[in-house]
């Protein structure tokens, strides 16, 4: 079943792999069918490189396995979370990408310091707060899930999201634009970082030059690009 959205979710997955995200199998990409709820999501632990298609895992949204001959990854309770609350989305990412996921074990936002970061991100990417002892311990990918959703302001404007001590998670209306994200995340990511370390008292990009590059790009009078 899904067969076309399994598909596309394998490739997402590789994407991530090509994009330089992921290294070994610390990553996944899921993608949610608008018309079942079922959710497609990257079987836990199979490398890249061996992974297939056919081994990707559909779930139901209580995370049943609906088809599938693998465990789905042990993030799933964490992208339930997130489709649970926000109905809109179509794919979710998480990676332990090195610069972005710096800046999470850091317990820091990624700051808007340019145009490049503000053309994808309305503002500082954030950082949710760590789980708490009791979290970890009672359903540790569930509640991981519940603070990604305390720090959410807009799940359009700031489609991304850093777990204290953890890594990314990025989000979109389907799996490519949520991998689109992770990339772009982790570029900024790189650039923030270089910059602090050319000027440590760089300011944070002008409200006013932020809000040109992003609604240029979204929004009802978005003009870059093709129609």
């Not at 709820?37 to 949204?61: A, F, H, L, N, Q």
């Not at 949520?178 to 970082?193: D, F, G, I, R």
Request: net charge negative; with cysteine; charged share 25%.
């Amino acid at each position: 079943m899904l067969e076309e959205l399994k598909k596309r979710v394998f490739e997402q997955n590789l994407a991530l792999v090509k994009n330089g995200l992921v290294v070994l199998t610390w990553g996944n990409v899921s993608a949610r069918d608008g018309e079942t709820g079922c959710i497609v999501i990257k079987p836990s632990g199979v490398p890249y490189d061996t992974m297939r298609e056919g081994d990707m895992v559909v779930v139901d949204e209580k995370g049943n396995t609906v088809e599938g001959n693998y465990r789905p990854s042990s993030d799933l309770p964490t992208h339930l979370y997130l489709y649970k609350q926000y109905p809109t989305l179509g794919g979710i990412v998480h990676t332990h990408s090195s610069y972005a996921t710096a800046f999470a074990q850091s317990g820091r936002a990624i700051p808007a310091y340019g145009t490049t970061h503000a053309d994808a991100f309305y503002g500082s990417v954030p950082c949710a707060r760590a789980l708490t002892n009791e979290e970890i311990d009672e359903a540790y990918e569930w509640n991981t899930g519940k603070v990604i959703a305390e720090a959410v302001s807009d799940i359009e404007a700031i489609p991304a999201m850093l777990v204290k001590n953890h890594g990314v998670f990025t989000w979109g209306k389907s799996p490519e634009k949520a991998v689109e994200n992770a990339v772009t995340l982790e570029e900024v990511a790189k650039m923030a970082l270089l910059t602090e370390r050319l000027n440590p008292s760089t300011p944070e990009i002008d409200q006013h030059l932020l809000d040109k590059h992003y609604f240029r790009k979204h929004g009802k009078n978005a003009y870059y690009g093709q129609k």
